[in-house]
């Protein structure tokens, strides 16, 4: 037994011996008897354990009301054990109660293809100003014929 494994076990399980792990309990006992630190931390843990037993939590009826009104409506709102896509969909679809604050969301969800297809039309090349053939061979066909008509005036 050493001095972090005799700390572990009294912070987890507080200066009571008979609370600590029965396999670790004569060892644990023999090592707070002979280490002056094992000593004072046993007193502190028994002087938290002394304040822990005077506490009482307040038996409210409001305490409780309120605890009750929080879990119905984590259920009423499916927050509780909701998988991805239905946690995504309840972050894009606007609040139909609170549609100042979450109108932008489905808004940002629609500029998003947007700007993907802004993007690949920007990297993708394309030259507008090459010609194919057949306008090459009319092009030129007007040419000649509009300088000859040039020339002879």
Same mark, same amino acid.
């Given at each position: 037994?050493?001095?972090?494994?005799?700390?572990?076990?009294?912070?987890?399980?507080?200066?009571?011996?008979?609370?600590?792990?029965?396999?670790?309990?004569?060892?644990?006992?023999?090592?707070?008897?002979?280490?002056?630190?094992?000593?004072? &931390?046993?007193?502190? @843990?028994?002087? $938290?354990?002394?304040?822990?037993?005077?506490? %009482? *939590?307040?038996?409210? +009826?409001?305490?409780?009301?309120?605890?009750?009104?929080?879990?119905?409506?984590?259920?009423?709102?499916?927050?509780?054990?909701?998988?991805?896509?239905?946690?995504?969909?309840?972050?894009?679809?606007?609040?139909?109660?609170?549609?100042?604050?979450?109108?932008?969301?489905?808004?940002?969800?629609?500029?998003?293809?947007? &700007?993907?297809?802004? @993007?690949?039309? $920007?990297?993708?090349?394309?030259?507008?100003? %090459? *010609?194919?053939?057949? +306008?090459?061979?009319?092009?030129?066909?007007?040419?000649?014929?509009?300088?000859?008509?040039?020339?002879?005036?």
């Amino acid at each position: 037994m050493n001095l972090e494994r005799f700390t572990l076990i009294v912070e987890s399980y507080g200066a009571d011996s008979q609370q600590w792990p029965g396999d670790e309990r004569v060892e644990a006992l023999e090592f707070s008897r002979t280490s002056s630190d094992a000593m004072s &931390l046993l007193d502190q @843990a028994a002087e $938290l354990d002394q304040h822990l037993a005077l506490f %009482e *939590l307040p038996n409210s +009826e409001l305490s409780v009301q309120r605890i009750e009104m929080g879990i119905l409506s984590a259920l009423k709102q499916g927050t509780l054990k909701q998988g991805r896509l239905e946690r995504l969909l309840n972050w894009v679809l606007p609040d139909f109660d609170d549609l100042a604050h979450t109108l932008w969301r489905p808004v940002l969800v629609a500029c998003v293809p947007l &700007l993907f297809g802004v @993007a690949i039309g $920007l990297m993708l090349t394309n030259n507008t100003y %090459e *010609l194919s053939s057949d +306008e090459e061979l009319s092009l030129l066909a007007f040419t000649d014929t509009v300088s000859e008509e040039w020339s002879n005036e």
